[in-house]
């Protein structure tokens, strides 16, 4: 079994049995407000998998929104991973309840947005695509820009925070290394897809299309109009090619200057996730460039912790850098 067939192996499996602690209840947290709405993707439009272009999204409103009518409020911006939309995303990291708990335990009220991403094949890879669409400015800009119109936020980077878990964790990467004229801290949880990898023919055919149409699209190739890594069981060179130019810790010397700009940057990985690896290496080499970052290690699997991670440290971290009114 190759690199890859292990990797995406390991991909697959942390969603086929999800299953993560719930953090207990906090006594006296506040209800928040949740808004699903639809947010229209011009990046989208015209995309060749025919995937809606009105995207649902969540929106979570602090307990003090409505009867604060002048207050304005920064917004967290959390993608969610491969094969499930932010409906179920919301499920796994317990959310209202864990953004309820975190501020019942200290850190200070924000909007928190969660937009659907999941494609036909399961995941869009945050990527631009004439296949898949323009994810990528799907968020930083579409969503984005409608959440600014339409709720009371701080329409500042200083006050936008962007984080990601699994794929999630790749988007808030690749987004945050291109955008940081829009989001101000990064989150990186668990981050799949960091460094190139040898394909394989027996690997998995969901994330091995979601892939192709979000790195190597093919307009001239229906029904599917991606270009796969191997065909006929020999790898295509040309393709490996693309998928590796998608790859952060590949492409992320080029970005140095924009990485310099947030005012943090934190990662984690679970010491049992078989990301582990990649993303110790994505913290070495912001290391390496003497850009501020922390990053830990905790107990647990890829998909374990995520509750626990989100109301206890995800929260709190974006209290702590984020700009508040």
């Known amino acids: 079994m190759s690199k890859l067939s292990i990797v995406l192996f390991t991909f697959v499996a942390a969603f086929a049995q999800v299953k993560n602690e719930v953090p ?16 229209h993707g011009a990046a989208l439009e015209g995309n060749l998998e025919g995937d809606t272009v009105d995207r649902e999204v969540i929106v979570y409103l602090p307990a003090s929104y409505a009867a604060k009518k002048t207050r304005r409020y920064p917004v967290v911006y959390a993608l969610h991973g491969y094969s499930v939309g932010a409906s179920q995303w919301s499920q796994e990291i317990h959310v209202p309840q864990t953004i309820e708990g975190a501020v019942a335990l200290g850190a200070k009220e924000m909007i928190v947005v969660v937009p659907d991403s ?72 668990s981050p799949c897809c960091l460094s190139a990898r040898t394909p394989s023919a027996t690997a998995t055919a969901g994330i091995q299309l979601a892939s192709a149409a979000a790195w190597s699209p093919d307009p001239k190739n229906p029904p599917t109009y991606v270009d796969l890594p191997v065909k006929d069981g020999e790898v295509q060179p040309e393709i490996v090619a693309k998928w590796a130019a998608n790859a952060p810790l590949a492409f992320l010397d080029q970005y140095i200057g924009n990485l310099r700009k947030y005012r943090a940057i934190a990662i984690d990985v679970g010491d049992q996730d078989g990301l582990r690896v990649d993303t110790a290496k994505l913290h070495d080499a912001l290391d390496k460039y003497g850009i501020a970052n922390t990053f830990e290690v905790y107990s647990g699997t890829h998909t374990s912790a995520m509750g626990i991670r989100f109301q206890g440290f995800v929260m709190p971290f974006f209290s702590r850098t984020l700009v508040f009114q």
């Not at 209840?25 to 709405?37: E, F, Q, S």
């Not at 962007?162 to 988007?171: D, N, W």
Request: proline share 6%.
């Open 24 to 39: 207990p209840l906090v006594p006296g947290a506040k209800p928040l407000t949740v808004d699903r709405i639809r947010v």
């Open 118 to 189: 999941k494609t036909i094949h399961g995941g869009s890879m945050y990527s631009s695509s004439a296949t898949t669409g323009d994810f990528e400015n799907y968020i930083a800009h579409d969503v984005v820009a409608y959440i600014d119109a339409h709720y009371r936020t701080i329409p500042n980077r200083t006050s936008r925070g962007l984080v990601g878990h699994s794929m999630g964790g790749y988007g808030a990467t690749r987004i945050g290394m291109k955008h940081p004229d829009v989001f101000g801290s990064l989150y990186i949880m």
